[in-house]
């Protein structure tokens, strides 16, 4: 495995990013964006390094990590997709395909967001991916309810990130500037789904966004899309972000490396496992 700091120039600036090789010849290529509330985050988080290394080296793939700008201190939206967008055009060109090469984009949480509207921007331009992977994405707002009795079970949890409403809100209004007449790309699953690539999605068991990825999947197969669903059991929200890595972990890693490196198109429907 190598890794090497380059960058991209967008709209709005030089957008940092970080290359990982595998050891062999790479069958796909992926640009990856780390979670955060749009406002957190860096290269160097384990959901941003860590995960980019391990799915290199599971799916023998080409990884782009993305240190698009965070939202706050005057950046909106469409800023930071407009840094993720800008690092596609950049890997695109920089890397023209091979025969057989897969194209995915992919994220975790608020960078699941990203990627899923930067996916729907490049079906709508002349860059469109192959593949989404997105771990428990934060995609639809007012964020559909979890249900009562997992709600109940994470009541006496410790040390979990959790999403009530108010933060919600709060991470809407700093990624938007406002909370009502939110443009579609920014909470993604109000956009147009149809014509996207197949899908994997990881999501956490106790998790407040979960119903969000579950919509999400239902949305997509709704309209052709092929999707696949991994619940990690008994995992919260931002699990790959958890190092050392519980073997739930290590499993949804395995999953989105499986969707990256697998050649069939997929099944439209959701399987949990």
């Known amino acids: 495995m190598t890794t090497e700091d380059l960058c991209a120039e967008g709209p709005h600036g030089t957008v940092p990013l970080r290359l990982y090789l595998p050891a062999t010849r790479p069958t796909a290529t992926l640009l990856w964006m780390h979670g955060g509330g749009f406002s957190r985050g860096t290269l160097d988080w384990p959901e941003a390094h860590l995960v980019?290394?391990?799915?290199?080296?599971?799916a023998s793939a080409r990884v782009v990590s993305v240190d698009y700008?965070?939202?706050g201190n005057?950046?909106?939206?469409?800023?930071?997709l407009d840094d993720v967008y800008a690092a596609w055009e950049w890997l695109t060109a920089t890397f023209p395909p091979s025969e057989g090469e897969?194209?995915?984009l992919g994220g975790a949480s608020a960078g699941a967001a990203l990627a899923l509207g930067c996916a729907v921007r490049g079906r709508d331009g002349s860059l469109p991916a192959?593949?989404?992977l997105l771990a428990y994405p934060f995609a639809h707002y007012p964020n559909p309810a979890l249900d009562a009795g997992t709600v109940r079970e994470m009541e006496g949890m410790q040390d979990i990130h959790r999403f009530p409403p108010s933060t919600v809100d709060a991470m809407v209004a700093t990624y938007v500037g406002r909370t009502t007449d939110l443009p579609r790309l920014a909470l993604p699953g109000a956009a147009r789904?149809?014509?996207?690539p197949r899908t994997a999605l990881a999501l956490s068991q106790y998790d407040e966004l979960r119903p969000s990825g579950e919509l999400l999947s239902r949305q997509l197969a709704s309209v052709g899309v092929p999707v696949s669903l991994h619940v990690a059991s008994g995992?919260?929200?931002g699990h790959l972000n958890h190092w050392p890595s519980p073997p739930e972990a290590s499993a949804s890693l395995d999953f989105l490396a499986d969707a990256l490196s697998s050649v069939s198109t997929g099944r439209t429907g959701t399987a949990t496992s």
Do not use: K, Y
């Open 193 to 196: 789904l149809d014509g996207l």
């Open 52 to 58: 980019s290394g391990e799915l290199a080296a599971r």
């Open 74 to 80: 005057g950046i909106v939206f469409p800023v930071p």
């Open 130 to 132: 192959d593949r989404l």
């Open 235 to 237: 995992m919260p929200h």
């Open 69 to 71: 700008r965070l939202a």
């Open 102 to 104: 897969i194209r995915a």
